[in-house]
């Protein structure tokens, strides 16, 4: 079972930064990272990937404004989220992809307003 757990949410206004961290157990360098974002009434969906060899794919809702990164070394990666909007207000969960099984993190409330 792979431990997944997330940090980094809060209130920020709009045009604002925050940073996301989620660590995972085990493997890590050999996991894709995920970071996906739901709110009430609406899907989960996709924000950004990183695979084990660090290529990334983004949403094109957040495209030019969040970047996610990994250090392997420390079983982390981050989703830096810039020039925030309020319709990124959401809750985010990190997930691990690894042998075609997912494990999910409890996710982090993200508020955008002013």
């Known amino acids: 079972q792979v431990q997944v757990a997330e940090s980094g949410g809060g209130l920020v206004q709009p045009g604002g930064s925050l940073r996301l961290s989620c660590t995972a157990s085990?493997?890590?360098?050999?996991?894709?990272m995920g970071w996906y974002r739901e709110t009430p009434g609406t899907q989960r969906e996709l924000v950004a990937t990183i695979a084990g060899g660090g290529s990334t794919n983004y949403a094109d809702s957040v495209k030019g404004r969040f970047t996610i990164s990994r250090d392997n070394a420390k079983n982390t990666v981050y989703l830096q989220m810039n020039s925030l909007k309020p319709e990124d207000t959401a809750v985010y969960y990190c997930?691990?992809?690894?042998?075609?099984?997912?494990?999910w993190g409890r996710g982090t409330q993200v508020t955008v307003s002013s």
């Open positions: 085990g493997r890590f360098s050999m996991y894709t």
């Open positions: 997930n691990v992809g690894f042998l075609h099984v997912s494990y």
